[in-house]
């Protein structure tokens, strides 16, 4: 099983090129970052994961394309990941060629997990409405796949629209999509749809979902998708339990904080890696 990692990076936590290659020199497969533009102060929106009070990192969160980047730079083989982009509030033509332009400086190691986000007022200020958020993500995925893989490359939705256009650099690796959220029908249609995966937050209820997700993917006429479970906090017998459910990566969360202390954390889970 590979095993990756996770952590909010932001301007007062562990540097992202000093983690990578931390990382990396223990064997890790992956680094994913998570992704919030800005967060308004009104807190209209209560925290997703129920804290009293939002953390402070979420105010604070680097960038991941520009951060992953600074990743690359230091590093050889582990992915890079976002974990995740919030697709709805991001202009699909840039980020298209971010993305790819991240791909093709990497060599190809981009792992884009995406999601439709949770706090109302984030997603409002980018012009979009919170209850058409799943639908504005999804169009902007489908888009910069043409981008990515088309060589005359056009889009037209409700939300994006765009005519036959040139876009280099290609991706090397696709990217890989992978939509995290919890488990439920209209999630698993986006999966199957346009997906290579589903990343379920902290991984709780994994087994259960299986089915569900199976059946989606069939009913899309594909093979079925690839579940990474992320921001787990690890035991020997959960992985062993992901192991035998045939899950091939895992991604641990680690705490944003400055490097003495995601470092220890990081030393702790070197003992997972097989």
């Not at 090129?17 to 998570?34: I, M, N, Q, T, V």
């Not at 976002?82 to 790819?100: C, D």
Request: glycine letters at 12%; aromatic letters at 8%.
């Amino acid at each position: 099983m590979r095993l990756g990692v996770t952590m909010f990076a932001t301007d007062r936590s562990m540097p992202v090129a000093e983690l990578a290659r931390a990382a990396e020199e223990r064997g890790f497969a992956s680094l994913y970052l998570p992704e919030h533009t800005h967060i308004p102060l009104s807190r209209r929106t209560a925290p997703a994961a129920g804290q009293a009070v939002l953390p402070e990192e979420y105010g604070r969160t680097l960038d991941p394309l520009v951060a992953l980047a600074h990743a690359a730079a230091v590093t050889g083989r582990i992915a890079l990941g976002t974990g995740i982009m919030l697709a709805a509030q991001r202009e699909p033509i840039v980020t298209a060629k971010a993305v790819a332009t991240l791909d093709h400086l990497s060599g190809g190691r981009v792992v884009l997990g995406v999601g439709f986000g949770w706090n109302v007022e984030e997603i409002e200020d980018h012009g979009v409405a919170y209850g058409s958020r799943r639908d504005v993500a999804r169009e902007h995925i489908l888009a910069m796949k043409a981008l990515w893989s088309e060589e005359e490359a056009g889009f037209t939705g409700s939300h994006v629209s765009f005519e036959p256009s040139w876009s280099w650099p290609k991706p090397v690796s696709g990217p890989p999509v992978y939509v995290g959220g919890a488990a439920g029908p209209k999630l698993f249609a986006h999966v199957a749809e346009y997906a290579d995966g589903w990343m379920p937050i902290g991984g709780k209820g994994v087994r259960a979902a299986l089915p569900a997700l199976r059946e989606a993917c069939e009913k899309a006429g594909r093979e079925m998708a690839e579940v990474i479970p992320f921001g787990t906090l690890p035991s020997a017998e959960k992985l062993d339990y992901y192991a035998g459910m045939g899950i091939e990566e895992v991604v641990l969360s680690l705490p944003s904080a400055p490097a003495g202390q995601v470092l220890a954390v990081l030393d702790g889970y070197v003992g997972f890696l097989t």
